[in-house]
């Protein structure tokens, strides 16, 4: 089959590697049909990641059609439509048992890390039964995407670890998808103000459209000060969304006492919390892997239209283009981008 490979920092192609077989009874075989990019993707290439090693299949996000399962598998069967989970979870584990999938002491975030991903023809799926969720038919699938990765990630890690209740002020400081993926879903808790920051004039003027009360283009000046000359002293809930030292700052400097820092991003180098200002102002920081305990719930928001990812899809790619994909995302300021449906048809 033909896959994108991992190559190093840096480094990527476009490659013919073995079709991945079934390794035990649990396993599925999905035939990946629409698939995507992540920002974790792009942290990966850049070497913030050091346990993805050269020959891995990237990817961790997905829906597609069921081409073999393993023997102990109950859920699914051949042709069934599912949607990917970037969490693998056995259910069985302490950690599953706590609804910390993220954790699971065998799986976790694998796909597209540890063993190969979503970014090729097919994928091997362990734990199938916990770690897929079948798509109706009829179903936008492209749509279901947004739901392996980025809206749980948005929502648990930014929006329910950082407490959003009603009447709160929210600052989300990065629009990318994620950022878009918390906005969105902030919005079910009527947040009183959610002001999006980030350095994009595209990013920002969809981040109003999609219900972001008012905006700040960090490049312009300072943007702690312009956030806080519209609070009465910080915000409630501040949501780090890119993972650098810059953003992180902000997130730090705008939080108002006994407000919550809630950290999505990925960090590739450390951050200086300056904790000899924050001791004192009852604060509460997060961070966190995303568990996806809350797709089934976000599914049944797709469905009844409180929430529609497919907004967040700006361009379109055959499976062979995935090259090019990556140039676009990874240059989304020049190319107007948020995510990208990568199609094998």
């Not at 595209?202 to 008012?214: E, H, V, Y």
């Not at 967040?312 to 995302?329: C, G, M």
Request: aromatic share 6%; glycine share 10%.
């Amino acid at each position: 089959m033909k896959a994108l490979v991992y190559l190093g920092p840096g480094k990527i192609a476009w490659e013919t590697v073995p079709t991945p077989e079934i390794l035990h009874p649990t396993d599925a075989l999905v035939k990946i049909t629409k698939t995507t990019i992540c920002g974790t993707d792009l942290h990966i290439l850049k070497g913030d990641v050091p346990a993805v090693g050269s020959g891995r299949i990237l990817g961790h996000e997905g829906v597609g059609i069921i081409e073999e399962v393993g023997s102990a598998v109950r859920g699914f069967k051949k042709s069934d439509h599912v949607l990917i989970s970037c969490i693998t979870s056995c259910g069985r584990c302490g950690y599953c048992k706590r609804q910390m999938y993220a954790h699971c002491e065998d799986g976790g975030w694998i796909l597209g890390h540890l063993i190969d991903g979503t970014q090729a023809e097919y994928v091997r799926i362990p734990h199938a039964d916990n770690s897929l969720y079948p798509i109706a038919a009829g179903k936008d699938e492209e749509a279901l995407v947004m739901l392996s990765d980025i809206f749980p990630t948005g929502f648990e890690i930014g929006v329910l670890s950082g407490a959003v209740k009603p009447g709160d002020v929210v600052a989300i400081i990065g629009a990318g998808p994620i950022g878009m993926a918390a906005l969105l879903t902030a919005k079910l808790y009527s947040p009183g103000k959610i002001i999006m920051v980030d350095t994009d004039h595209f990013r920002l003027d969809t981040a109003r459209k999609f219900g972001a009360t008012d905006v700040v283009n960090s490049a312009d000046g300072d943007a702690v000060k312009a956030i806080l000359a519209q609070t009465k002293d910080g915000v409630d809930v501040a949501i780090e969304a890119v993972g650098i030292p810059q953003t992180f700052n902000i997130c730090q400097r705008i939080v108002r006492p006994g407000g919550h820092i809630a950290n999505i991003g990925v960090h590739g180098k450390g951050v200086e919390l300056e904790l000899q200002k924050l001791w004192i102002q009852n604060i509460t920081l997060t961070t966190g892997l995303v568990n996806t305990n809350t797709t089934p719930m976000l599914l049944k928001t797709v469905e009844s239209k409180q929430l529609m990812p497919e907004a967040l899809i700006t361009h379109h790619f055959k499976l062979d283009q995935i090259l090019r994909a990556y140039e676009v995302f990874g240059n989304a300021a020049s190319e107007n981008a948020l995510k990208v449906i990568i199609s094998n048809a």
